[in-house]
């Protein structure tokens, strides 16, 4: 695990500045503090920062193949390592180290851009050919492992945070209207897109090759949603089991202590119940909790700890909410307001007091379709024609109720009147369009396309409803929410967190199954309850889904409150221009007076105008 960063000179411009490319790696030094390294030459600068997991003595990078030709640095793991080092060793390849970014450019070498398919793990690449003068820039295939990069005439520039690019003189920070509209819609940015028009991000599964001067994109992987298979129940959960078992013992390939997070729902208590399986020694478990009861889960991660016997470890924290949220924003990169990057950041930092690597439970909603929202989706699917008359009725309501229960009731009555994707993309999305009309103060430009919208178009239409909106959320959620939050947050601590639901045999056997195998009884994640009951206790399999969040609109009465009213209202918001302050401060008033729940969006216009002051109005963004 590490960070990387580099820079290409197209021809006849004067070589990388090798000061430059210090100050890039420096900015990164969170992702990487046990070890640095440079490659340097006319037309090149690789850079990386490094925490070393596998190997810790012979990982050092870049490292080299055929003769020091290819130069590598990579960010990331690769859990299939092994098997592909003996097959390279038949193939006459020699190796020096134990370490796994040595089989990565073994590999490159012997099978050039192939070899990113053969790769189980999760990893951002960047390798250059002198022969040939040529970079090459790959991602995992679920983006996993960040990668920025930003391309002008006169070279590429890349790296794993966008932090990174601007340590470059005459970085341009001109915002991209049309990301800033998604993430006032979202409360992320979509990619290809970063917040910056002059810096775009490489999407999961696709390759950049970079010679001359000139870039092209290339796609070597896409999640196949119509291979359907005809499977007995039986039989799909005797393999599932074996492919969360292999997923799972992979992931703990280490030379570190590592350990897990334990939240007591079903997808983290799955994970931490198979490392007990194969663990020499109990299992270290994390969870954090806060002091208000509906947001607190430590009590069912005590209870799956003590059945399963994991060393627990957990916390109860009250933190300053001020001086946390602008410690976030930081390490986020770009405006990001799902705020369970909180509790993410506060048990990484747990862990990271007595372990360099965990595993997680992540990506279990979008594989199995655990999400509430699929399931109200579906539901409110069925009602067919009746959709329209139940909506006008719930809007009706949901007027006549008014509170912040009479703005949710308003809320989904619009989502019923909508079709498919805006009915679906309105429960997912952080704002509702008039919410966005009104902060950014115009409507959307003719030009511009909501890319969710543009995700659910570029669909089958022959899939299900199901496999149509759980497409949606692996091409943006997963990538540009969840996985930012997983990596971000805990690499902001120096630690390495590994994602088993992301395993591409168990991804693809998941969305293979027909519907009925993981929405049944009103429920999501069918098989995957029925195989986690030969581990967990019944109450961990009945439990009720529980977002991983903070108390916002407890916090935006309290702790929050005097922040938001002051940056609201001071003259830097005024003035920068991105949001219109009248807007944000009626979403204010309407919180404070209860009329309606805007924590959320507090958040998000909060989240915006701290990340402005940190990278836009600072000089050196650090």
Not at 544 to 569: H, N, V
Request: glycine share 8%; aromatic share 8%; net charge neutral.
């Amino acid at each position: 695990m590490c960070g990387i960063v580099g820079i290409v000179v197209a021809p006849g411009q004067a070589p990388p500045d090798a000061r430059v490319g210090q100050a890039m790696n420096d900015a990164i030094s969170h992702r990487g503090p046990d070890d640095a390294g440079f490659h340097h030459d006319a037309r090149v600068l690789l850079g990386m920062r490094r925490l070393a997991v596998i190997d810790p003595a012979g990982g050092h990078q870049p490292v080299t193949a055929d003769g020091g030709h290819i130069q590598l640095v990579f960010n990331g793991e690769i859990y299939n390592y092994r098997q592909l080092r003996r097959e390279l060793e038949l193939l006459g390849r020699r190796f020096h180290t134990a370490s796994d970014s040595e089989v990565v450019v073994q590999a490159f070498a012997q099978w050039g851009e192939d070899c990113f398919s053969r790769f189980d793990g999760m990893f951002a690449i960047a390798a250059w050919d002198d022969r040939t003068r040529t970079l090459v820039l790959a991602r995992d295939r679920f983006g996993e492992k960040p990668l920025f990069y930003a391309h002008d005439a006169r070279r590429l520039l890349f790296a794993s945070e966008l932090k990174a690019l601007l340590q470059v003189p005459g970085f341009a920070r001109e915002i991209d209207a049309a990301a800033l509209r998604s993430y006032v819609r979202y409360g992320y940015v979509p990619t290809p897109a970063s917040i910056f028009a002059s810096v775009r991000k490489l999407p999961p599964g696709c390759t950049l090759r970079c010679r001359d001067g000139h870039i092209e994109l290339t796609r070597y992987y896409r999640l196949d949603f119509a291979r359907k298979q005809v499977i007995d129940p039986r039989e799909a959960e005797h393999r599932l089991a074996e492919l969360l078992d292999r997923a799972v013992h992979s992931r703990m390939v280490a030379d570190v202590p590592f350990g897990a997070f334990l939240s007591g729902g079903l997808d983290s208590s799955t994970v931490v119940a198979l490392m007990t399986r194969h663990a020499s020694q109990r299992v270290r478990t994390y969870s954090i909790g806060f002091k208000e009861a509906a947001w607190n889960e430590l009590s069912d991660a005590r209870r799956v700890a003590e059945h399963l016997g994991t060393e627990h470890h957990e916390l109860v924290v009250e933190p300053d909410a001020v001086d946390l949220f602008e410690q976030l924003v930081w390490y986020l990169d770009e405006p990001f307001a799902d705020s369970s990057a909180v509790p993410t950041f506060l048990v990484s930092k747990l862990a990271r007091s007595q372990v360099t690597m965990v595993l997680t439970g992540d990506a279990g909603d979008e594989t199995f379709a655990g999400y509430t929202r699929y399931l109200r989706f579906l539901a409110m699917q069925r009602l067919g024609p009746l959709a329209r008359p139940a909506g006008w009725a719930a809007r009706q309501a949901g007027r006549m109720l008014g509170g912040a229960f009479g703005f949710r009731l308003r809320g989904l009555a619009e989502r019923m009147r909508m079709p498919f994707p805006d009915s679906y993309l309105g429960g997912v999305a952080m704002s509702r369009p008039g919410t966005v009309r009104d902060l950014l103060g115009a409507d959307a430009p003719a030009d511009y396309v909501d890319p969710l919208r543009a995700l659910a178009a570029a669909g089958s239409a022959q899939h299900s409803l199901l496999d149509r909106i759980i497409e949606i959320d692996f091409g943006s959620y997963l990538p540009d929410d969840i996985l930012v939050k997983v990596d971000r947050m805990a690499m902001a601590n120096s630690l390495e967190g590994r994602v088993p639901f992301l395993d591409p045999a168990l991804v693809e056997f998941a969305v293979s199954l027909p519907d009925g195998l993981r929405v049944a009884r009103g429920r999501g994640k069918h098989l995957l309850r029925r195989v986690a009951e030969r581990w967990l206790p019944a109450d961990v399999l009945a439990k009720p889904k529980q977002g991983f969040g903070i108390p916002l609109a407890q916090w935006f009465r309290g702790p929050l409150r005097a922040l938001a009213e002051d940056l609201i209202a001071s003259r830097a918001f005024r003035e920068r221009g991105l949001l219109d302050p009248a807007a944000a401060r009626a979403c204010l008033d309407d919180h404070l007076a209860g009329r309606a729940d805007r924590g959320e969006t507090l958040w998000l216009i909060l989240s915006l105008e701290l990340w402005a002051r940190r990278f836009l109005d600072s000089p050196a963004a650090g």
